[in-house]
């Protein structure tokens, strides 16, 4: 069975940093494409970032650009995202996703955005940003 932890979450002043991490069982992260997703509260969930496995390819969300970095320790099996310069509107749940495929896969969200296909989810870790 496929688990995916998050942790890493917590209260972090505006400017501060922050570093999730994003462990698996019965997966092998580093032949998987993984993806950063959060949600605010009363908003959809939103991606974040991608990081392929094939060619080490990294994506992120123009919202994050230059202040976060995705990040894999394939010894650890685990992905990390490191947040810098957190603001408050980065308050949200963030949760990890992997998918099978290793490639950074864009598909259409419903809402008119893009997202990154994923098989396997997280429970998510809660980041709160006080102004």
């Known amino acids: 069975q496929v688990q995916l932890v998050e942790s890493g979450g917590g209260l972090v002043h505006s400017g501060g940093s922050l570093t999730l991490s994003c462990a698996a069982s019965?997966?092998?992260?580093?032949?998987?494409?993984i993806g950063w997703f959060r949600q605010a509260p009363g908003k959809e969930r939103k991606a974040v970032s991608c990081i392929g496995s094939s060619d080490g390819s990294t994506k992120y969300a123009d919202s994050v650009k230059g202040r976060f970095t995705v990040s894999r320790d394939n010894a650890k099996n685990t992905v990390y995202l490191q947040m810098n310069s957190l603001k408050p509107e980065d308050m949200a749940v963030y949760y990890c996703?992997?998918?099978?495929?290793?490639?950074?896969?864009?598909?259409?969200?419903?809402?008119?955005?893009?997202?990154?296909?994923?098989?396997?989810w997280g429970k998510g870790t809660l980041v709160t940003v006080s102004s």
């Open positions: 019965g997966l092998t992260l580093e032949h998987s494409a």
């Open positions: 996703a992997a998918y099978q495929w290793g490639i950074c896969t864009v598909v259409a969200d419903g809402q008119g955005g893009y997202t990154y296909a994923m098989d396997y």
